[in-house]
């Protein structure tokens, strides 16, 4: 009784956390469209958590002397990396689309166990892969030469790349007997990004009086200051708390699907907010992207798939994910 009570709790945050997940691009995008860049809107919500987070950092400072290699690859790759990554492609595709190219990760994974480490993948994850790259080549129609910008489709490309490195970090980060606190290593990995983001994105020349207007969020002007505020607060710091404590009480992969709608989410989302329609063709291409990485994260060897440093299942934005223990980014 109680170890179903505690599964439907589990689910039940899963799903907040992928909903906090998958509202990031959708709030982020309109302050990109009224002049902020990318790379600064990534500054602003990596630096925004990690000052929420510091508190969490100090608690946990002894990280920094017992992982170093882990909390600096975390951070520069699936924190930096990832945010960036995904932020720059959705100011040139939509949303949804920028999403769905980043759950290329579960497949990618697949192919680094099989070519890197040299161990067993079953058919059920090779047939995973293929539908996710079939989905995709719908999804960017590539029978229309691209029509979706390539940049863009390519940084979402470099962004599921860097997710990537969020499972296998997350695997060298929490098999271990002093396995690190996936809170100490997520709050280590802001304030590693936030710094690394601050020498690239150089935010002392960003237009600050932008935050202090409105932007566009599907016809409708919203303060930009609260948009940043759902980006920092609800999509980043809420969504991998809430990702952390879903893996705690589910196992790794059963996050790790419920992670997935955070796709979902936001292609619903960026069409209902955004306006950002897909074509027929798109929605189905997404659909099988979605389906192939629930059959690759579901038939993942133990190993890849573990625990992981970072909480939902992102990230993906992550953490995953961006924007997590599935195949987002915490962080996105």
């Not at 950092?57 to 990396?81: C, E, I, T, Y």
């Amino acid at each position: 009784m109680h170890a179903s009570q505690g599964r439907s709790v589990g689910l039940g945050i899963a799903l907040a956390s992928a909903f906090a997940f998958g509202g990031s691009g959708v709030a982020a995008k309109p302050l990109i469209e009224a002049g902020l860049d990318p790379l600064h809107v990534v500054w602003l919500r990596v630096t925004g958590a990690a000052v929420v987070m510091l508190p969490v950092a100090w608690r946990h400072r002894s990280l920094l002397r017992r992982k170093p290699a882990l909390l600096a690859g975390f951070g520069l790759l699936a924190v930096a990396g990832v945010q960036a990554c995904y932020f720059a492609a959705i100011s040139r595709i939509p949303v949804g689309v920028a999403l769905l190219i980043e759950y290329l990760a579960p497949a990618m994974v697949l192919l680094w166990v099989r070519f890197v480490q040299r161990r067993h993948v079953s058919r059920a994850a090779a047939i995973g892969v293929v539908l996710a790259v079939g989905g995709l080549a719908c999804v960017v129609e590539v029978w229309a030469g691209l029509s979706f910008d390539p940049i863009g489709v390519l940084f979402g490309l470099a962004a599921a790349c860097c997710q990537v490195s969020y499972f296998i970090l997350s695997d060298h980060g929490g098999g271990a007997e002093d396995a690190a606190d996936p809170l100490g290593v997520i709050a280590f990995g802001l304030l590693i990004g936030s710094v690394a983001l601050t020498a690239v994105t150089r935010p002392w020349g960003m237009d600050w009086s932008l935050l202090a207007g409105s932007a566009d969020l599907g016809g409708t002007e919203i303060a930009a200051g609260l948009l940043l505020g759902w980006v920092v607060l609800i999509a980043t710091v809420l969504a991998y708390a809430t990702g952390v404590v879903s893996v705690r009480k589910l196992s790794p992969q059963v996050a790790g699907v419920v992670a997935c709608l955070e796709a979902v989410i936001a292609t619903v989302l960026a069409w209902v907010l955004l306006r950002e329609h897909l074509a027929a063709p798109q929605i189905a291409g997404g659909a099988v992207v979605l389906i192939g990485a629930f059959i690759a994260q579901s038939a993942t060897p133990k190993a890849p798939s573990g625990p992981t440093a970072g909480g939902t299942a992102n990230p993906g934005e992550p953490a995953p994910h961006e924007h997590r223990a599935g195949p987002q980014s915490t962080v996105r």
